[in-house]
Every structure is written in C-alpha cells, then in structure tokens.
C-alpha cells in the first residue's frame, strides 16, 4: 500500500534552519506549532508524531 501523506511537521530549530521542499511546514518550537494548530485544527486524519521525549512533543495532543 502506498502512502497518501498530506503534510510533513518539523519542529525545532535544527529543522528550521535548512531550507528544506515547501511540502514541508517548519516550525522553530513546540510553542510555535501549537499556535498554529489552534488557528488550523486537523480534522479526521491519522498523525503521527515522532520525536525525543526534550522535544515535548506530548503537548500537541491538546491541539488534535
């Protein structure tokens, strides 16, 4: 089976500081993408997140 992603999430500055394809959204923390999601909920999507337990990356479960 193929997969049929939408959109790729990186957050952190290692990930912010490359420039990287536009089909990918940057984000420089947590705190960033949260606000984001607030003013842009997903809605009825699978997510996966991944990343090391200093990222705090737990804290956008509020947001999905």
Do not use: H, T
Not at 57 to 62: D, M, V
């Amino acid at each position: 089976n193929e997969l049929n992603i939408k959109r790729i999430f990186l957050v952190g500055n290692s990930f912010y500081k490359f420039s990287i394809n536009d089909e990918f959204m940057r984000f420089r923390n947590v705190q960033e993408i949260s606000e984001w999601l607030a003013k842009n909920p997903i809605i009825n999507a699978n997510i996966m997140l991944n990343g090391s337990r200093i990222a705090g990356l737990e804290k956008l479960i509020l947001y999905m």
